[in-house]
């Protein structure tokens, strides 16, 4: 059936497409695609909700016989702030004292994160730079190598790294032994290698003509036009480093990190529900916040062809 519309002084015409059984099937699968999506989200975003809403309940409320599920939030009765306040002052939440200094733990965790993030991704990009830009003998043999260590389960080499870590460079319970052995990213050696493969070999030989170094040529060339592959490794990285708790758990005696701060809280977690659920609002809220704020490069980077070569 067709119909026309008037605009104007011309006469468009209008085609309604037939109600058919392949315009049904396309809206049936559009609607069992949109739900499976919105039970995914609402299964992944639930655990978030719940533990925000637990660490502002009264413990009261928070379980047993008088637990209110979803308490209305116009009732100041069923909320408080107490739980941040007792893990902030270091108030006494465990019967074997006080609760590890969340201040302190969170200043330690954004440490270990920042200085890790960043001499990995440089490292990393230097690396990838040299296999990728430079052509030596036995370059294929030591890339080989370094994707051979991808197989093998980080646990295996904890006893080396702690025993290297604290008998050899005496570092046990120090920012330097903590971080030192995580540098080396086998998985970020390749990444980065496969990106500077995209780097055009004229804009190099270009700035070798103009006389600049081999140092001077990565700062100012490559690592500039690495950009996008940075911001996505790097918050993998940060996500890794933030996340940590075997490692430090390792490593550390009273450097303690936020998740092994949390790992002690759950010792009293059958009786107090609130405050582990606060420490873990503390330890997930900066790094829900940082990938909001760099969602875009992110997804940018991973479908911008970057594993070309």
């Not at 007792?86 to 200085?115: H, P, Q």
Request: net charge positive; aromatic share 12%.
């Amino acid at each position: 059936m067709n119909q026309q519309r008037v605009t104007g002084t011309s006469a468009v015409t209008i085609e309604k497409k037939p109600f058919t059984a392949d315009t049904v099937k396309y809206w049936m699968g559009n609607a069992v695609m949109y739900a499976v999506l919105i039970a995914g989200a609402v299964a992944m975003i639930f655990p978030v909700f719940w533990m925000y809403l637990n660490s502002l309940k009264r413990q009261e409320y928070a379980g047993g016989a008088n637990m209110v599920w979803f308490p209305p939030p116009w009732e100041a009765k069923y909320f408080t702030t107490d739980h941040y306040m007792e893990l902030i002052s270091r108030a006494s939440a465990k019967s074997s004292g006080g609760a590890d200094n969340f201040i302190e733990c969170s200043v330690n965790t954004v440490i270990y994160s920042t200085v890790g993030t960043a001499l990995s991704l440089l490292i990393c990009a230097m690396a990838g730079y040299a296999l990728a830009k430079k052509k030596f003998r036995g370059s294929n043999v030591i890339l080989m190598s370094i994707l051979a260590t991808m197989m093998i389960p980080g646990i295996m080499v904890l006893l080396p790294d702690f025993v290297i870590t604290n008998f050899v460079m005496r570092a046990y319970d120090t920012f330097a032994g903590l971080i030192l052995p995580t540098l080396a990213n086998s998985f970020g050696v390749f990444l980065m290698r496969q990106y500077m493969l995209s780097v055009p070999d004229e804009l190099i030989e270009a700035a070798k003509v103009d006389g600049a170094g081999e140092a001077r040529t990565f700062f100012t060339i490559a690592l500039p036009l690495a950009t996008p592959m940075l911001v996505a490794f790097g918050i993998l990285l940060v996500l890794g480093y933030w996340n940590d708790i075997l490692w430090p758990m390792v490593m550390t005696k009273d450097l303690k990190v936020l998740q092994v701060a949390l790992l002690n809280l759950t010792e009293i977690g059958s009786q107090r529900m609130g405050p582990v659920m606060a420490g873990a609002a503390i330890s997930a809220t900066p790094v829900i916040v940082l990938f909001m704020l760099v969602r875009k490069q992110f997804v940018q980077a991973m479908t911008s062809g970057a594993l070309k070569g």
